[in-house]
């Protein structure tokens, strides 16, 4: 059993800054991709970003320059800074690991940090 534990999120001013944390916890042999994703209020989801095993990086366009994702291996844990934050990023953000077993691999998703931006 593997679960994907989301903490950071909240209220914040625009232009302000946020750090939202998403941890593994279970049993499992190693994780390699992670990613945050988003859904505002009537839209579909959204990926923001994404950090492989090796440390590789991608971006929506939206958020590039103002977002960082990081991971930290020996913590299971992928990490997401959120600066210049703007009103149009609110929205509920989930993390997602593909997580993989001896013999299983398997899509994670976190329970959802609501985050929103005051204009």
């Known amino acids: 059993q593997v679960q994907l534990v989301e903490s950071g999120g909240g209220l914040v001013q625009a232009g302000g800054s946020l750090r939202l944390s998403c941890a593994a916890v279970?049993?499992?042999?190693?994780?390699?991709?992670m990613s945050w994703h988003r859904q505002a209020p009537g839209k579909q989801r959204e990926l923001v970003a994404t950090?492989?095993?090796?440390?590789?990086?991608n971006y929506a366009e939206s958020v590039k320059g103002r977002f960082t994702i990081s991971r930290d291996n020996a913590k299971n844990t992928v990490y997401l800074q959120m600066d210049s934050l703007k009103s149009e990023d609110t929205a509920v953000y989930y993390c997602?690991?593909?997580?993989?077993?001896?013999?299983?691999?398997?899509?994670?998703w976190g329970q959802g940090t609501q985050v929103t931006v005051s204009s």
């Open positions: 997602n690991m593909r997580v993989y077993g001896d013999w299983w691999d398997y899509d994670y």
């Open positions: 950090i492989t095993s090796d440390d590789d990086t």
């Open positions: 279970g049993n499992f042999f190693s994780i390699r991709a």
